[in-house]
């Protein structure tokens, strides 16, 4: 059962004046949490009696008759007769009578008993238990969020003005956000018929310097204004059409300007081919947009002249996306999320486990280091790399995480991953939703991914189907007490990988993965840049 803290009641509406207080009243305290599960359920009632024995079998027939008696003995013969004078022989004697027929013999055994009856059927089964009792009711749930401003009240009779008070100080300026990278190079216009001869001015005078040379006499010292320019021109160039020829020219002269300053900071003419390699000829060139010569032909790129990742400057930047900027769109196949002012890019909607997917080319570029920093957001119930859901956990092609997903070339080679997990505190007492290095996990790290990773969630404990975006991911901040040990991590949020004398060229591919489908976990990305070196 999901327990979820209920959110603040709505501030109270401001009484106030023309000239009160606008701020917000404090949301009110919220309810304590719901209340505890029910009961287990009552044990199954005993089982029925066990049915009757069937009817007993019929008796077995009654036994033949035993065999008639022995025939009795013959009678004695009769006396003989004596005659005086003459003995006469008497007649034979009548035979005895025949003897009594001999008793029945005795009656059979009874046959054997009949087989028992079928089995009665079983007894139904008792009745239900009765419903345990209701659980101890449970914690008080997360203080909820701040409730929304109440509208206004009305308007109050205007009081007396009351003294000016002194102006406050002004507030520090914010720091400027990352460029962006520039556009592709629209195609070149056709060259315009050469213009007739000015006319030529007295030779005391000197004549006025080209637009050429002035813009190049403004910027040769200033890689940031080019930059400005470009980026300014491509922008107007998508959204101005009648004057995209005229802009498409500029942006051709701002290039040959980008070319002269590159040759100027490196004192030759051919252009470099990495950050790196400005770097080292030029040590003073500042961090912004440079003109490669790459395998895919000149590019402009920017390069980091600072210290990043414990290296010192010439990273050259592979990948970036801010979302802040409302004119960047998410990369191809990724889809928008916006909720309270954030803009994310995650996966497409499934009903399954996948991973969506960009790539960025090295073009060319030899590179031993990989430095880069992520920000995502938590949507919903994220589990990191527990692996009771999905079958691709030991899979680095698959969806083996739930979070991002850094490699490298083809076959896929693991540079780092960023995990989300379900809920800073122990989710449900199994220790398996929460990240492997919260205290008392028991959830293993797969062996291709080692230590090189980052984790964390966005909520405390009690969640909802939403995108949690006040605890942004990976940032080193806003860790529980349970998850205080994955803030505390050497680079955080910066990740970084050295392989030594090993070099490549092999192309960064960053993918967003969940196990299971998008209506119940994803993890978009609202920030990231990347470098290599």
């Not at 009690?462 to 806003?478: A, H, I, K, M, V």
């Amino acid at each position: 059962m999901v327990e979820l803290a209920y959110r603040g009641n709505k501030s109270k509406t401001s009484n106030n004046g023309n000239n009160g207080n606008s701020q917000c009243n404090r949301g009110d305290r919220v309810n304590s949490g719901n209340r505890g599960n029910s009961g287990n359920r009552g044990n199954k009632g005993n089982r029925g009696n066990r049915g009757n024995s069937g009817s007993r079998g019929n008796r077995g027939n009654r036994g033949n008759s035993g065999n008639s008696g022995s025939r009795g003995n013959k009678g004695n013969s009769g006396n003989r007769v004596t005659v005086v004078g003459e003995v006469t022989e008497g007649n034979s004697g009548r035979g005895g009578n025949r003897g009594n027929k001999g008793n029945s013999g005795n009656g059979g055994n009874s046959g054997n008993k009949g087989n028992s009856g079928n089995r009665g059927n079983r007894g139904n089964s008792g009745n239900r238990g009765n419903k345990g009792n209701s659980g101890n009711r449970g914690n008080s749930g997360s203080r909820g969020n701040r409730g929304n401003c109440g509208n206004r009240g009305n308007s109050g009779n205007r009081g007396n003005s009351g003294n000016r008070g002194n102006s406050g100080n002004s507030g520090n300026k914010g720091n400027s956000g990352n460029r962006g990278n520039s556009g592709n190079r629209g195609n070149s216009g056709n060259r315009g018929n050469k213009g007739n001869s000015g006319i030529r001015g007295n030779s005391s005078n000197s004549g006025n310097r080209g637009i050429t040379g002035e813009l190049l006499n403004t910027t040769k010292n200033n890689a940031q204004a080019i930059d400005g320019i470009i980026r300014t021109l491509f922008l107007m160039k998508n959204t101005t059409t009648s004057n995209a020829g005229a802009i498409n020219d500029i942006l051709l002269l701002v290039e040959d300007l980008l070319m002269l300053h590159n040759e100027t900071s490196s004192g030759s003419s051919p252009l470099p081919t990495s950050c790196q390699e400005v770097k080292n000829k030029q040590p003073n060139s500042p961090s912004g947009m440079y003109l490669l010569e790459t395998t895919n032909g000149t590019t402009n790129t920017y390069c980091n002249m600072e210290e990043l990742c414990g290296s010192g400057g010439g990273w050259t930047r592979l990948a970036y996306l801010d979302m802040t900027d409302s004119t960047m769109n998410c990369p191809s196949g990724f889809r928008l999320y916006q909720s309270g002012g954030v803009r994310a890019c995650g996966r497409p909607v499934t009903s399954s486990g996948s991973c969506v997917s960009v790539q960025f080319p090295s073009n060319g570029i030899s590179y031993s280091q990989v430095c880069g920093r992520v920000t995502g957001y938590q949507y919903y119930t994220p589990d990191a790399v527990d692996n009771s859901f999905g079958s691709n956990h030991n899979n680095l092609n698959g969806d083996y995480v739930d979070g991002v997903s850094i490699t490298r070339g083809s076959p896929r080679q693991h540079v780092w991953t960023l995990m989300a997990a379900n809920c800073e505190q122990n989710c449900f007492d199994t220790y398996i939703h929460i990240c492997p290095c919260s205290i008392g996990s028991v959830v293993p790290v797969q062996s291709f991914i080692g230590d090189h990773f980052f984790c964390e969630s966005g909520v405390s404990n009690n969640y909802q189907q939403q995108l949690y975006t006040s605890d942004p991911l990976w940032d080193g901040q806003g860790c529980g007490s349970n998850e205080s040990p994955c803030c505390n991590v050497t680079g955080i949020p910066w990740f970084h990988r050295d392989y030594g004398n090993t070099t490549t060229t092999d192309y960064i591919e960053l993918r967003v993965c969940g196990d299971e489908g998008t209506d119940n976990e994803d993890v978009p990305v609202s920030y990231f840049e990347i470098y290599v070196q």
